[in-house]
Protein backbone atom coordinates (compact mmCIF):
# COMPACT_ATOMS: atom_id res chain seq x y z
CA UNK A 1 0.00 0.00 0.00
CA UNK A 2 1.04 3.87 -0.34
CA UNK A 3 1.36 6.29 2.18
CA UNK A 4 -2.05 7.33 1.81
CA UNK A 5 -4.50 6.32 4.94
CA UNK A 6 -7.45 8.21 6.85
CA UNK A 7 -4.98 10.81 8.39
CA UNK A 8 -4.61 11.83 4.13
CA UNK A 9 -8.70 12.63 4.80
CA UNK A 10 -8.32 15.99 5.31
CA UNK A 11 -6.42 17.48 3.36
CA UNK A 12 -7.87 15.26 0.42
CA UNK A 13 -11.11 16.81 1.37
CA UNK A 14 -9.64 20.30 0.72
CA UNK A 15 -8.65 19.10 -3.21
CA UNK A 16 -12.33 20.58 -4.66
CA UNK A 17 -11.69 20.85 -8.02
CA UNK A 18 -10.82 17.04 -7.93
CA UNK A 19 -12.09 15.01 -10.51
CA UNK A 20 -11.17 11.74 -10.74
CA UNK A 21 -9.14 10.14 -7.89
CA UNK A 22 -7.10 6.51 -7.77
CA UNK A 23 -6.90 5.76 -4.32
CA UNK A 24 -6.00 1.67 -4.83
CA UNK A 25 -4.01 -0.16 -2.90
CA UNK A 26 -3.91 2.85 0.08
CA UNK A 27 -4.58 2.36 3.67
CA UNK A 28 -8.00 3.99 3.31
CA UNK A 29 -11.39 3.25 4.95
CA UNK A 30 -14.91 4.69 5.15
CA UNK A 31 -13.76 7.65 7.10
CA UNK A 32 -11.45 9.21 4.22
CA UNK A 33 -15.05 7.88 1.63
CA UNK A 34 -16.85 10.47 4.02
CA UNK A 35 -14.26 13.46 3.11
CA UNK A 36 -14.97 13.15 -0.05
CA UNK A 37 -18.26 13.32 -0.46
CA UNK A 38 -17.93 16.65 -0.60
CA UNK A 39 -16.00 17.28 -3.39
CA UNK A 40 -18.60 18.87 -6.19
CA UNK A 41 -16.49 18.27 -9.03
CA UNK A 42 -15.50 14.37 -8.25
CA UNK A 43 -17.09 11.97 -10.90
CA UNK A 44 -14.40 8.75 -10.88
CA UNK A 45 -12.93 6.79 -7.60
CA UNK A 46 -10.84 3.87 -7.65
CA UNK A 47 -10.35 2.00 -4.58
CA UNK A 48 -9.53 -0.68 -5.41
CA UNK A 49 -7.95 -3.28 -2.51
CA UNK A 50 -8.85 -0.20 -0.20
CA UNK A 51 -10.26 -1.07 3.04
CA UNK A 52 -13.55 0.25 2.08
CA UNK A 53 -17.47 -1.17 2.34
CA UNK A 54 -20.03 -0.93 0.61
CA UNK A 55 -21.80 1.28 2.95
CA UNK A 56 -19.03 3.99 3.27
CA UNK A 57 -19.39 4.16 -0.83
CA UNK A 58 -22.95 4.86 -0.73
CA UNK A 59 -23.12 8.32 -0.52
CA UNK A 60 -21.01 8.64 -3.41
CA UNK A 61 -22.99 6.22 -5.37
CA UNK A 62 -25.80 8.05 -4.72
CA UNK A 63 -24.07 11.29 -6.12
CA UNK A 64 -23.05 9.50 -9.11
CA UNK A 65 -19.64 9.04 -8.37
CA UNK A 66 -18.25 6.55 -10.71
CA UNK A 67 -16.41 3.73 -8.52
CA UNK A 68 -13.92 1.19 -9.74
CA UNK A 69 -12.77 -1.49 -8.09
CA UNK A 70 -15.36 -0.77 -5.30
CA UNK A 71 -17.24 -3.60 -2.92
CA UNK A 72 -20.67 -4.65 -4.58
CA UNK A 73 -23.33 -2.49 -2.87
CA UNK A 74 -25.38 -3.18 0.18
Known amino acids: ????????APALGRMTTLESL??????????????LVSLKNLRALTVTGA???PEGLLPLRRKGVVLHGAPDAP
Open 1 to 8: STAISDAS
Open 51 to 53: SVT
Open 22 to 35: RLADTDITDTTLAA
